[in-house]
């Protein structure tokens, strides 16, 4: 058994993902149930709330791909970093849905730097703000600053809600835009 079947009732085949299996609504409600660092954190905070942040740190016209820029963990979960780079099986699953999620929303699966550097930001916020204290240092964050402002979490309810409607206006806005064009 190579699929999975997500809140909404929807089939998500794993190892041959497709676009119409993408739900936006399960997107939101699977990141907004799942906290950030193995739940390694002072309170409950989401993978949803995490990709808003990195969504507000990004000029306006790659907030969408900001904002689903960890949309693969609505399916493949999310695995801390040391951990996903030690699986290189699990990366390439993890490639094909995210090209599922592309496809499903029209986006390049080419994500531009500044979300690269926006989720660093973020990253740096979130160990400033979040995490215990601990002397050991972060090799990926040298040379990044955190946000100057404070990270305060939602519940999972908050969560699911904000990063629902933001992808909802998102896409309203872009595909507006792009059709435009």
């Keep these: 058994m190579s699929f999975i079947i997500t809140r909404n009732a929807k089939r998500f085949d794993l190892l041959e993902p497709a676009a119409h299996m993408v739900d ?15 739940g390694h954190v002072k309170a409950f905070y989401s993978v949803a709330q995490h990709c808003l942040v990195v969504a507000e740190l990004v000029p306006a016209q790659y907030q969408l791909e900001a904002l689903l820029h960890d949309a693969t963990e609505a399916y493949v979960g999310d695995l801390v970093s040391p951990l996903k780079q030690a699986l290189p099986e699990y990366r390439q699953i993890e490639m094909r849905v995210w090209h599922a999620i592309c496809h499903r929303f029209d986006i390049d699966p080419v994500l531009p730097p500044c979300i690269h550097d926006a989720d660093l930001i973020a990253l740096a916020t979130e160990k400033r703000d979040l995490m215990a204290d601990h002397p050991d240092a972060w090799p990926c964050l040298t040379g990044t600053n955190p946000a100057a402002f404070r990270i305060k979490p939602m519940t999972q309810a908050e969560a699911c809600t904000a990063y629902f409607n933001r992808l909802m206006e998102l896409l309203a806005t872009t595909h507006r835009a792009r059709a435009a064009a």
């Design 24 to 38: 936006p609504a399960d997107i939101a409600w699977s990141l907004s149930m799942q906290c950030r660092f193995n």
